[in-house]
């Protein structure tokens, strides 16, 4: 079993996140021109605040903050089979 990890450390390949609500949103893999979500942490007044970038192509096209986040899904770490 995997041990659970800060989101910023973890290897695995982000597939989706998603807000919670009546006005969720949700950025996926390969929907709606996202190519990949990366975990990461920004400074804040009190310390660290996580986030999720998320791309089109090379460009960031939303940073969400994790705090909003009801749920992440990952893929499986490249090169193991497991996800093709």
């Not at 800060?6 to 996926?28: A, F, H, L, N």
């Not at 021109?33 to 990366?38: L, M, R, S």
């Not at 310390?47 to 940073?63: I, S, T």
């Amino acid at each position: 079993m995997q041990k659970p990890v800060q989101m910023w450390d973890d290897e695995r390949p982000i597939k989706s996140v998603c807000t919670p609500g009546e006005g969720y949103s949700y950025w996926c893999v390969g929907r709606g021109g996202v190519t990949h979500i990366v975990a990461y942490q920004e400074d804040g007044q009190e310390g660290f605040v996580p986030w999720f970038a998320v791309y089109e192509g090379d460009w960031l096209a939303h940073r969400v903050n994790a705090a909003a986040v009801e749920s992440v899904w990952y893929g499986a770490p490249e090169g193991d089979g497991l996800d093709e």
